[in-house]
């Protein structure tokens, strides 16, 4: 199958409240163009100077998601034009995307990264961490950032069972925050970026309203 044709069948399998981000790192430009062409819009990269390159070359169009491990230091590449950034795992890296969205006269949306898997390596916030950071005094005067939702990866593992779990935990601590933290000028909880290619179809069934999906639509990456 083309990348169209997998493109669309996977659209076309997707309920209507959730956004496909094709995610394309390591993938040439020409590629993206083909999904583009589809109505495409929503594109993730997971390394800055990728993302900077491609943006660079690509329409203007196109919603950009950062997806990967973020350093303080490189926030200033991306502020001017980012669309959501899903890997936030410190209030040092939220305060730093604050400064450089206020420099670009820009609210950059956010989700806070959840560390849900039973893995040494994945990065992310446990949930008391994270409900820390969104109840702190220094969260409260961040005034070009907006908190939309929280970002997981569940374990990597054929035990399915283990991945639903570790999704609906994702689920139901977004609703805790919704429910006892509810809307501040820089929190609004709408969104759940879970489900890879493996995975999405679980994510979806757990809540998920952002699925991040490469290799299903362009091949392994090599
Ligand atoms: C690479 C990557 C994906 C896409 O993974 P596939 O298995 O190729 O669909 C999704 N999310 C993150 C954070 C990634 O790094």
């Known amino acids: ?94 305060t730093e995307v604050n400064k450089q969205a206020a420099r670009n006269n820009r609210v950059v949306a ?17 949930f008391a961490e994270a409900e820390n950071l969104l109840v702190s005094a220094e969260f409260a005067q961040l005034n070009h950032i907006n908190v939309l939702g929280f970002m997981a990866m569940a374990s990597n593992t054929s035990n399915m069972e283990q991945v639903k779990n570790e999704f609906l935990s994702l689920q139901k601590f977004a609703a805790h925050i919704k429910a006892n933290l509810g809307a501040k000028h820089n929190l609004e909880v709408k969104h759940l970026s879970m489900g890879m290619s493996a995975d999405y179809q679980l994510a979806i069934e757990c809540g998920s309203t952002l699925v991040r999906i490469g290799s299903s639509i362009f091949g392994a990456r090599v």
């Open 1 to 94: 199958m083309s990348v169209k044709e997998k493109l669309l069948l996977l659209k076309g399998s997707l309920p209507q409240n959730v956004t496909l981000i094709v995610v394309s790192k390591t993938k040439p430009t020409e590629l993206l163009m083909e999904a583009y062409v589809e109505g495409q819009r929503d594109f993730g990269e997971n390394y800055v100077q990728e993302l900077c390159e491609k943006q660079a070359q690509l329409p203007n169009d196109i919603r950009w998601h950062f997806i990967g491990h973020l350093q303080s230091n490189k926030v200033k590449y991306i502020a001017p034009f980012v669309h959501l950034i899903h890997g936030i795992d410190s209030l040092k890296l939220l």
């Open 110 to 126: 956010c989700l806070l990264q959840i560390y849900i898997a039973q893995e040494e390596t994945k990065f992310g916030l446990d």
